[in-house]
């Protein structure tokens, strides 16, 4: 069992930067891959990142690329999303979320077991 808990939204203006956090409960976090979701606005939930349990293995979304980073601190149970240049059309609700996708399917929801309750981020134009 693993419960996550997101932090770091907020709003924003148009080009600045905002770091989430997305901490982990449970021995087995550290097994697991971590990605991160958003959803906008009457908007379906999409993919963001996904980084392997080891730290390797990054990807990104297409939309975020040379953007936002993703890492993760096993020691402390945490996964990080860092995201500069921020764009209005980055407005979502953010959620962590992990499991053992392959790759081909990571940006697959069905694939990740565990999910956190969503952390806020507004860009303003």
């Known amino acids: 069992q693993v419960q996550l808990v997101e932090s770091g939204g907020g709003l924003v203006q148009a080009g600045g930067s905002l770091r989430l956090s997305c901490a982990a409960s449970?021995?087995?976090?550290?097994?697991?891959?971590t990605a991160w979701f958003r959803q906008g606005p009457e908007k379906e939930r999409e993919f963001v990142a996904n980084?392997?349990?080891?730290?390797?293995?990054?990807y990104y979304a297409d939309a975020v690329k040379g953007r936002f980073t993703i890492s993760r601190d096993n020691a402390k149970n945490t996964v990080h999303l860092q995201m500069n240049s921020l764009k209005p059309e980055d407005t979502a609700v953010y959620y962590c979320?992990?499991?053992?996708?392959?790759?081909?399917?990571?940006?697959?929801?069905?694939?990740?077991?565990?999910w956190g309750q969503g952390t806020q981020v507004t860009v303003s134009s």
């Open positions: 449970g021995r087995t976090f550290n097994s697991y891959a």
């Open positions: 979320a992990v499991g053992n996708p392959v790759k081909a399917n990571m940006a697959l929801m069905r694939r990740y077991s565990y």
């Open positions: 980084i392997g349990w080891h730290g390797g293995s990054i």
